[in-house]
């Protein structure tokens, strides 16, 4: 059983910043972040995997930036040039296995946080 709790959503404008972060019971082979806003189907926003190869959606390339401290065992998700369409429910996910599997795609995940709001004003 792998436990996770995320942390650091808010609200902010447009153009700001917020550093998510969630607090792992142990790693595992891929960890990620998704996210869901009202009425649309939950997207992945990046992932990470046990080598720190990692993922983005096209919408926050160059904007967001997942890393993970080993130390910690904790997974961040860096945001910047925040907008408010990246305004969501933000979820830490970890998958037990690893392979050549989309790393966006929700379903090869097996464990999942509570989430943590983000708000984006304009």
């Known amino acids: 059983q792998v436990q996770l709790a995320e942390s650091g959503g808010g609200s902010v404008q447009t153009g700001g910043s917020l550093r998510l972060s969630c607090a792992a019971s142990l790693y595992t082979a891929k960890m990620a972040w998704f996210r869901q806003a009202p009425g649309k189907e939950r997207e992945g926003v990046a992932a990470?995997?046990?080598?720190?190869?990692?993922t983005y959606a096209d919408s926050v390339t160059g904007r967001f930036t997942i890393s993970k401290d080993n130390a910690k065992v904790t997974l961040y998700l860096q945001m910047n040039s925040l907008k408010p369409e990246d305004t969501a429910m933000y979820y830490c996910?970890?998958?037990?296995?690893?392979?050549?599997?989309?790393?966006?795609?929700?379903?090869?995940?097996?464990?999942w946080g509570q989430g943590t709001q983000v708000t984006v004003s304009s």
């Open positions: 990470i995997n046990v080598l720190g190869r990692t």
């Open positions: 996910a970890a998958a037990l296995y690893d392979g050549s599997w989309d790393p966006l795609l929700s379903s090869r995940y097996n464990y």
